[in-house]
């Protein structure tokens, strides 16, 4: 065959961050699971699919030990998540791949097996209605899934045919009686959740069959009549498998609910509530090893002057008295795991722009960070003999990776994983300064390859969500190091609302978000841009979600930035606080008085700098509308209008079809190829061609 000579030959990039096409194409890592004698790890690996414009997840099996390569397990072009191993080894997943010995089915995501000793995985459960998740317990052979029915069902044969008449009269409608009616993206009801034991099925009689023939597992429903207050609540099931602690939400009145927690029991579905207080909503952590103590996640119920506050609580599973763990503690602590011997649990915690793993000493309270370094672990589990954890970790400088910890020593030691690490140009500095009332206020700052004194880099600064959150981890969705490759350095301030500084960095910031959070942010750019090796003149701010709102915020009360981009952003608060997917939230804290003096649709006359306006329709968190309002009054109120031609410096960028994420490979590529279009315009005054495919 002849060369093709027209075609360009390849040319790898220096790094995945100086294309688009190799960021996207990067494994993700999420979950993280250990079979019950610490010999098997199990991640879900997100690859791009054969088309490049949908991700999917297969499951990968790491070596504990470290002397292993990763594997790969499971392979299909539908994808598998949920692992849990089963006491006996069994790896059981969800998938919507086809049934392979019921190819007449429709796929729904159905619970999967992988046996211990091998050989192909297997359904052993599938329902119209399809399964969303499986815990299984630590000590015993019991499992329970979580899977929706319709309000109306009486049992399992009834939601099959109530869900196949919806389907085949094409009825997508859905009457509510009451609220949240939408979460995310996605619209709640006619289903509602319900935790289901899983059983041994019934081997249909006198049928000839192989030997390897097994019938489906049954699902026993646990939770009948609980309506919709299991939505948004998880299972925990205890060692044993006797009983399943759970977030029960319940309404209050005028729209509002907040949530109490509840045991279940396994054999017979009875349930106790087990803790409720008007002040606190209560979420279930793990059972102790000796199936006695659960860990309870304590939040504080908010006020207009009331911030949130975590702490945790041990509770008898058999009632008694809630007793407070570590309440001096200065940190709102996620409780993953219990030490084996029951001595105490292991838990990560916000701090310092890192979030760590920690031991807590239940007799005592006493608390002792394990991991050092400035990396953020999630999904932590513990070897048998409790010496060992094993978890997901990343940070500003790498992607989630699957990592060993000697509990002991807190040495840290990544394991052969299904990818490398990403090469990264440029590096990354840690930025301390004061806001205006003296309180620290930290930051990271990306500086790109080859900022200096004599070439100072343009700034962006990017300003986190939430706001109740951090610039502590690795995110897909806002890599700075895809704008290093091009040359900016970007900062990512921590101000007034960020977690991992103590409740005194909340309270500064609650109710006021026009106040501290931006003056902090403020004083971080300050701070940065008197560095030699940053250029004052070309700068940019954009912020997603509350950062849209900062950003927009920042766009009405200084010219400083050259341009401002602002993705799914808050832009009127008295319309965004009833139309978000969870207004009793927000609502707590809003104020119409708040509302009116932190809106940033106030100060529209007072923004002349360029803004590009990101929006996708099917956002439920920040409602389109804030988009739609925001680009409006831009136009038509700003200080930099439409002229008389229709012609603005302003841009919108709009998703029909993606919502509060960016989730698809390729419109992530447009959001950055547009991104880039814009500041190369405004910040450095070049022209950058917008992405082709957006067909302009
Ligand atoms: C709690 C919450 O969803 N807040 C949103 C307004 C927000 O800022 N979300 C963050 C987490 C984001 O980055 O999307």
Request: contains cysteine.
């Amino acid at each position: 065959m002849t060369p093709d000579t027209n075609s360009p030959t390849p040319v790898k990039p220096k790094t995945p961050f100086h294309d688009l096409d190799h960021f996207v194409a990067i494994p993700r890592l999420s979950g993280l699971a250990v079979n019950a004698d610490g010999t098997r790890l199990v991640t879900s690996v997100a690859t791009l699919n054969s088309k490049c414009n949908a991700y999917v997840s297969a499951l990968w099996e790491l070596d504990p030990e470290g002397n292993s390569p990763a594997r790969r397990i499971t392979r299909s072009a539908k994808g598998e998540s949920g692992a849990a191993f089963l006491v006996n080894g069994d790896l059981l997943f969800t998938s919507t791949r086809p049934d392979p010995e019921n190819s007449d089915e429709d796929p729904v995501s159905a619970l999967w097996k992988l046996p211990a000793q091998g050989g192909e995985a297997r359904i052993v459960h599938s329902r119209r209605g399809g399964v969303q998740g499986v815990v299984a317990a630590r000590k015993a052979d019991a499992a329970v899934v979580v899977a929706e029915v319709l309000a109306g069902s009486s049992d399992e044969k009834d939601d099959d045919e109530r869900r196949k008449a919806r389907k085949e009269a094409g009825v997508e409608a859905i009457l509510h009686t009451g609220y949240p009616v939408r979460h995310w993206d996605a619209d709640l009801g006619p289903a509602e959740p319900r935790f289901f034991v899983v059983e041994e099925g019934e081997q249909e009689a006198l049928k000839p069959a192989t030997v390897d023939e097994q019938p489906q597992l049954a699902l026993c429903n646990v939770t009948v009549g609980m309506g919709t207050s299991l939505r948004n609540n998880s299972p925990c099931i205890s060692p044993d498998g006797a009983v399943i602690i759970t977030g029960q939400t319940v309404p209050t009145g005028k729209g509002d609910q907040r949530t109490v927690l509840v045991r279940i029991d396994s054999a017979t579905g009875d349930r106790t509530v087990i803790l409720d207080s008007p002040d606190y909503d209560y979420d279930a952590g793990p059972v102790s090893p000796d199936n006695s103590t659960v860990v309870v996640v304590i939040s504080r119920r908010t006020g207009p002057t009331t911030p949130p506050d975590v702490k945790l609580g041990l509770l008898p599973v058999n009632g008694g008295p809630l007793a407070p763990l570590a309440a001096d503690w200065d940190a709102w602590p996620s409780p993953a795991a219990w030490l084996p011997d029951g001595s105490g649990l292991i838990v990560t915690a916000d701090d310092d722009g890192a979030s760590p793993v920690f031991t807590l000493d239940v007799a005592t309270g006493a608390v002792r960070r394990v991991t050092q370094d400035a990396a953020s672990y999630t999904d932590v589990v513990v070897s048998p003999d409790g010496a060992t954890a094993y978890a997901l970790r990343s940070s500003y400088e790498f992607p989630p990776e699957v990592v060993r910890i000697d509990l002991a020593s807190g040495t840290v030691t990544p394991l052969p994983g299904p990818v490398e690490r990403p090469a990264l140009s440029g590096r990354l500095e840690r930025v301390d300064t004061t806001g205006e009332d003296g309180h620290p206020v930290k930051s990271y700052l990306v500086l790109p390859a080859g900022a200096g004194g004599s070439s100072p880099a343009p700034l962006l600064l990017w300003i986190h969500g939430g706001p109740l959150g951090s610039w502590n981890a690795w995110t897909w969705r806002w890599s700075p190091w895809l704008l290093a490759a091009k040359g900016y350095a970007v900062l990512l301030p921590d101000p007034a609302l960020s977690t991992g500084y103590g409740q005194k960095m909340i309270e500064r910031g609650w109710g006021a978000w026009g106040d501290a959070p931006f003056t902090d942010i403020m004083a971080a750019t300050d701070a940065v841009v008197a560095r030699p090796d940053i250029d004052e003149s070309r700068t940019a701010a954009m912020g997603g979600s509350f950062g849209g709102y900062m950003a927009n915020w920042v766009a009405g009360h200084t010219d400083r930035f050259n341009a401002i981009v602002t993705h799914a952003s808050l832009w009127a608060l008295d319309q965004f606080g009833p139309t978000t997917d969870a207004s009793f939230y927000w609502e707590k804290e809003m104020t119409p008085e708040m509302a009116l003096a932190n809106s940033p649709h106030a100060h529209v006359e007072k923004i002349s700098t360029p803004m590009l306006v990101i929006h996708g329709d099917k956002d439920y968190r920040v409602p389109i509308g804030e988009g739609l309002r925001l680009w409006y009054e831009l136009l038509s109120k700003s200080a930099l209008p439409a002229d008389a031609n229709g012609e603005t410096d302003h841009r919108f960028l709009y998703f029909p079809d993606e919502n509060h994420w960016i989730l698809k490979p390729q419109h992530a590529k447009i959001w950055y190829g547009v991104v880039e279009h814009f500041l190369a315009r405004h910040v450095l005054g070049e022209k950058v061609e917008v992405p082709a495919e957006l067909g302009l």
